[in-house]
């Protein structure tokens, strides 16, 4: 591989310049390149082939044990989120309950109520916290 010398060099790219400034290139308006584009596409198209729809079969007896599944699993989580929230309700006011007895027996005030009403709340969210990690190890 030999190198030629510069001005070998720019006068081979003089020589191309005059060339290709000599060439006169058609103009084409919008409409016709666009019948150009049109012409071109329907004779040798590279379009894909459209896709077919598919859809695949469904079994009508798993399609019916899915949905099955879903409504057995929306009942459990509504269940339990019940349960859950009874628990948090109900051991507050229990205790309340229970507290107020006291208060009632012992005639000391006000007291049991609230003792009862903290006991209850410690209680419900033990029991609520129990729960639900009984139905996540599930």
């Known amino acids: 591989m030999s190198e030629e010398p510069e001005s070998d060099l720019s006068s081979r790219i003089r020589k191309l310049k005059e060339e290709l400034s000599e060439i006169q290139l058609p103009e084409l308006r919008d409409d016709e390149v666009d019948a150009k584009k049109r ?3 329907s004779s040798g198209s590279t379009e894909l082939p459209p896709v077919p729809d598919w ?19 929306a ?9 859950v929230a009874y628990v948090l309700m ?13 208060d009632m027996t012992q005639k000391a005030g006000t007291n049991g109520k609230a003792l009862g009403c903290i006991v209850g709340m410690c209680l419900g969210l033990w029991m609520a916290v129990k729960t639900l990690n009984k139905v996540q190890t599930r």
């Open 39 to 41: 012409q071109l596409s």
């Open 55 to 73: 859809n695949p079969p469904i079994n009508p007896f798993k399609a019916k044990a899915l949905e099955e599944k879903r409504d057995n699993d």
């Open 75 to 83: 009942m459990k989580g509504l269940g339990l989120g019940l349960s």
């Open 90 to 102: 109900g051991l507050p006011l229990l205790g309340i309950g229970i507290g107020h007895l006291y």
